[in-house]
């Protein structure tokens, strides 16, 4: 089976433009997590989804940020305009709920995009 | 509030030793997963093993396997027989029923195998 599927693998852009971000989750899996990695901050969850539906966006820096997940194949991650402290690695992870213990759920990540903002 | 934590910014192994990664985790949620990931210098974050905070036994899957003890809260992965391949970024992760979905992450530890 194929794994989750990120697109693109790099970027670069310069500062004031847009920049979006692609993720195509396992097939069947009902959770979509967003996910960026600095040096200096780890890993912090951005955005998630349920069933195509954001659940959770208190980690979503600004309002530069926007997320959408128009079907349950596909999530985009939009930043508007980029500025050069949003360099990082984004990752999309996915998971299947099994709703009588959730919290035992498997995230599966994607390769990642790496960001350049200049 | 969940929290992971690793002591060990790196760690250095000869090959074909076992090594082992320190977890510890702050939870006041009874039920729980705890999750290792790999992260190699290619970016890619890989699933490794999985503990739940009900399971009796300690996971294992293939050379890894979880130390868990629980009144201690900590989750320790064992590599055995290490192999060069193995070298890379370890992250221990936690989640928990009240922190619904979200994975609440450490900050690693890098693991340097060498020959």
């Known amino acids: 089976d194929a794994g989750v599927i990120q697109s693109p693998r790099h970027e670069v852009t310069e500062m004031g433009q847009e920049v979006t971000l692609r993720c195509k989750p396992i097939?069947?899996?009902?959770?979509l997590f967003w996910y960026r990695q600095t040096m200096m901050r780890g890993l912090e969850l951005l955005i998630y989804?349920?069933?195509?539906?954001?659940?959770?966006d208190s980690g979503m820096p600004e309002d530069r940020f926007s997320a959408k997940m128009p079907n349950a194949s596909f999530s985009t991650l939009k930043i508007q305009p980029s500025e050069p402290r949003d360099s990082a690695v984004y990752f999309c992870?996915?998971?299947?709920?099994?709703?009588?213990?959730?919290?035992?759920?498997?995230?599966?990540f994607g390769p990642g995009t790496r960001l350049t903002v200049l | 509030a969940q929290k992971i934590t690793q002591t060990q910014p790196g760690m250095f192994v000869q090959e074909k030793e076992a090594v082992t990664l320190d977890c510890t985790y702050d939870?006041?949620?009874?039920?729980?997963?705890l999750f290792w990931y790999k992260q190699p210098s290619s970016g890619e974050m890989i699933f490794l093993i999985y503990?739940?905070?009900?399971?009796?036994q300690n996971a294992t899957e293939g050379r890894y396997s979880l130390n868990f003890q629980k009144a201690r809260k900590s989750a320790n992965l064992v590599i055995s027989a290490s192999q060069l391949g193995d070298s890379a970024m370890y992250f221990c992760?936690?989640?928990?029923?009240?922190?619904?979905?979200?994975?609440?992450f450490g900050k690693g530890t890098m693991l340097l195998v060498s020959p």
């Open positions: 992870a996915s998971s299947l709920a099994r709703q009588s213990r959730i919290y035992t759920d498997t995230q599966y």
């Open positions: 097939s069947g899996h009902d959770y």
């Open positions: 989804f349920n069933n195509n539906v954001p659940i959770d």
């Open positions: 939870t006041s949620d009874p039920s729980y997963g």
């Open positions: 503990q739940g905070s009900y399971d009796q």
């Open positions: 992760a936690m989640r928990t029923v009240s922190g619904y979905s979200t994975l609440t």
